[in-house]
């Protein structure tokens, strides 16, 4: 029973644990300084303790994507972390009271923020406060809140109907109170589940936005600037973009099965319906 | 003498799909007959308008300029002074009064002659209709006179080295009486081209002028086509969308147009001293002995391999080799790590470097830090958004302690001499040369522009990274393409496809 319903899981877990894997690691080690520029290491083919060459700054390319994962997870983190801090509010408020103006104006507002470009929101912060690490984080976390809100409002609509929270409400339990006794721990799973997506569009949006010269500083490495430094050598040195791409969408692969995988593992009624079958 | 400088205007990487060639390529076909050629080259910065008497930006007369409007006077590939509209020239013996013998039978593209008249209108405009700071460069002409149709006497107030030099660049350009009434999307001039169309936000057209005095152009249009992003432009190369790409942003890319049957490369020179500023007018670079240690401490050669695929050339002065006055001083200041180390007694440094997010700025940047951190200069990289943001807080505030700018107007030393420039250089001797260099005589400026790049030098007013090269792809065939770009205009007289 367990084996089939955590294919995805599984798979997911093990990408997902590279990648925090290689930024912890990072911290402490990496085999070359991933910022030192060496001429005579130009372009270095891999080998000797090179393991993936070094790209034109004869910078080590190995050393860059591990501590390009840091900077990945540090964005994506910090991203899902503003977008469930705010969204999740918003959403369970509305959810809670579903035919008020509250919830008109928390979802209306929404409307309005989920129609706005994520990318086009990070350039725009870029231009006025500056590129960097900082304003593509808060960039892509506040364009992250509408998703993470409608989730919350369904989930929280869902649970108001519940048995359990109309006997609370009969009782005279006040309103806060049933959002942290009741809703909230039963909209957990699925606010995990959006958390595990939410990630994986704040890894692909970051590195579009240092692909773009808006997201991280040179020379920070990341995987999005190696892309963007590596394409006038397209042609001649591919793998200088093979790397941090396939880093790129196995991190984001990874995000999406975990995200799938916990989807089915929490989902009581999806348990149940395997456990019988 | 102030001087605004003007950047090469590269769009930065701006979210800019792949502009595919939209197959506006020379088809003539290799048995037609010339008349019928058309030739496309690809540029980076596209202008704002078509009127360079009120508009900055090198974009404008690099695409009019010797092509539509013409001088009296023109810069040849060398750098020398060879005329234009001018048959000759002769100076007085006290170098003040220049007498101008126009060449005859020529028109402007909208039919009027051109006579002495025209030159002394144009001469005065400078003073009265063109609001860019540079016109300044030309005050010192005091009067000009019409003797007869074909005879102008120039008077200046001072002997100046400079004045014939400045007639060839764009503030010596001629304009008809009648034909200024639109400069900004009409132009009017004597030059061998006439504009075609203008489909703004992508290319310009220019036609052969009919009525042209001299040699007429081979190519029966010439169209300016603008792409914002490199690969862009390479790829409209790769897929025939245009002939020529007459500045490569990406230089590891050229490898992509290896192939002899198809593309030629051809490396010049320019003015373009790429430069890392200093502020001298504030904490660490106001010491001397911090900016020495700065000049010792990077490897330019390995710089420029890095940074630029090893293309342009070292200068260690604000002169390109183009000028009479150039000497070769990357002897100056050697790669030494250790002496730039006991330059500064130890300490250590966080600076701040606020670099305009253009692409040779940005890869110079990384050398540049990776080489400040080995003697203990911790330079943070800030790329700002260019020009606008840039030009605000760097050049017009000089909030920065380092910056990566190529400084592309020619003979453009005398920045230095203007202490609230965004160097904040202040020495009134370097100033001193210069003015001195301009009243002597041409054997005296060289000599004393000399000891001027010298002192900027010894002085460490800044640091000289390395000369942009002039880098053009073409498509095998294309001949007539000027090798250095060291005037203001992108010469077209002479391009034709075999």
């Known amino acids: ?277 | 003498m102030r001087r605004i400088g003007i950047w090469i205007a590269v769009g930065g990487l701006l979210l800019s799909t792949a502009a595919c060639g939209g197959g506006d390529a020379g088809t003539g076909g290799d048995g037609g007959a010339p008349a019928a050629q058309t030739l496309s080259v690809g540029f980076v910065a596209e202008p704002a308008n078509l009127d360079f008497t009120s508009t900055e930006g090198v974009a404008i007369p690099q695409a009019l300029l010797v092509n539509v409007y013409e001088g009296l006077v023109k810069l040849d590939q060398n750098g020398e002074i060879v005329p234009l509209l001018a048959e000759k020239w002769e100076v007085s013996d006290d170098r003040k009064s220049y007498t101008f013998t126009l060449r005859k039978n020529v028109t402007f593209s909208s039919g009027a002659p051109f006579t002495a008249d025209d030159v002394v209108f144009s001469l005065e405009r400078l003073k009265t209709d063109w609001k860019l700071k540079i016109a300044a460069q030309l005050d010192v002409i005091d009067t000009v006179e019409k003797t007869d149709d074909s005879t102008v006497v120039v008077t200046l107030e001072r002997p100046s080295n400079g004045f014939l030099y400045t007639l060839a660049t764009r503030l010596g350009a001629m304009f008809s009486r009648t034909g200024v009434s639109d400069l900004a999307n009409k132009p009017v001039g004597t030059g061998p081209y006439v504009l075609g169309s203008w489909r703004r936000g992508d290319s310009i057209e220019l036609k052969p002028n009919p009525t042209y005095w001299g040699t007429k152009p081979s190519a029966s249009s010439v169209t300016l086509k603008y792409f914002k992003d490199a690969t862009a432009m390479n790829n409209a190369l790769l897929t025939g969308g245009i002939d020529v790409i007459s500045n490569v942003q990406a230089p590891e890319s050229l490898q992509q147009f290896a192939d002899p049957n198809r593309f030629q490369t051809i490396e010049g020179t320019t003015n373009g001293e790429v430069v890392l500023s200093m502020n001298n007018g504030r904490p660490p670079f106001d010491d001397k002995k911090v900016r020495q240690a700065v000049r010792h401490a990077i490897d330019h050669q390995a710089l420029l391999d890095t940074a630029w695929a090893g293309r342009g050339q070292l200068i260690g002065s604000m002169v390109p080799p183009t000028d009479p006055w150039y000497e070769d001083r990357t002897g100056d200041y050697p790669y030494d790590p250790a002496k730039a180390k006991e330059l500064l007694g130890g300490k250590t440094y966080d600076v701040k470097m606020r670099i305009p997010n253009l692409p040779y700025a940005v890869n110079s940047a990384q050398v540049v830090k990776s080489q400040l951190a080995q003697v203990g200069i911790n330079a943070e990289i800030e790329p700002l958004e260019f020009p606008a943001r840039w030009l605000d807080a760097v050049f017009t505030q000089a909030d920065y302690d380092l910056s990566i700018i190529s400084h592309v107007e020619p003979r453009d030393m005398n920045i230095f001499a203007d202490e609230s420039y965004y160097f904040r250089y202040d020495n009134p001797e370097f100033g001193e040369l210069l003015a001195a260099a301009d009243e002597g005589t041409e054997e005296e400026q060289t000599e004393l522009r000399k000891q001027a790049a010298k002192l900027l030098s010894d002085d460490a007013a800044a640091d000289f990274l390395f000369l942009m090269p002039n880098l053009m792809v073409a498509k095998k065939g294309i001949t007539g393409l000027p090798k250095n770009a060291i005037s203001e205009s992108f010469d077209f007289t002479g391009l034709a496809k075999q």
């Open chain 1, 1 to 277: 029973m367990r084996g089939r319903m955590n294919a995805g899981l599984l798979v997911g877990g093990v990408l997902v644990g590279m990648v925090v894997l290689a930024a912890l690691v990072s911290f402490f080690w990496t085999p070359h300084d991933p910022t030192l520029v060496d001429a005579a290491g130009k372009l270095r083919e891999p080998g000797d303790g090179y393991l993936l060459g070094a790209d034109k700054f004869g910078r080590d390319t190995f050393s860059q994507l591990m501590v390009g994962a840091r900077t990945t997870l540090y964005v994506g983190i910090v991203a899902v972390g503003i977008a469930a801090v705010v969204g999740t509010p918003l959403g369970m408020a509305a959810g809670m009271t579903p035919r008020g103006w509250l919830s008109e104006l928390i979802m209306r507002v929404n409307d309005l923020v989920f129609a706005f470009p994520a990318l086009l929101l990070a350039v725009m912060l870029g231009a006025v406060y500056g590129a960097g690490t900082l304003t593509a984080m808060i960039a892509i976390g506040v364009a992250t809140v509408p998703a993470f809100a409608r989730v919350a409002r369904a989930a929280t609509l869902q649970v108001m109907v519940t048995d359990y929270v109309l006997a609370a409400r009969a009782a005279g339990r006040r309103r806060p109170a049933i959002a942290f006794r009741h809703v909230l721990p039963n909209i957990g799973s699925v606010l995990i589940v959006q958390a595990s997506v939410s990630f994986a569009i704040a890894i692909l949006a970051e590195a579009a936005l240092s692909f773009l010269g808006f997201g991280t500083r040179p020379p920070t490495p990341s995987w999005g600037r190696m892309l963007q430094e590596s394409q006038e050598l397209l042609f001649s040195t591919p793998r200088l973009a093979l790397w941090p791409g396939l880093a790129i969408a196995l991190a984001v692969l990874g995000f999406n099965l975990l995200g799938d995988g916990l989807r089915d593992f929490l989902d009581p009624k999806l348990r149940r319906i395997r456990a019988e079958g």
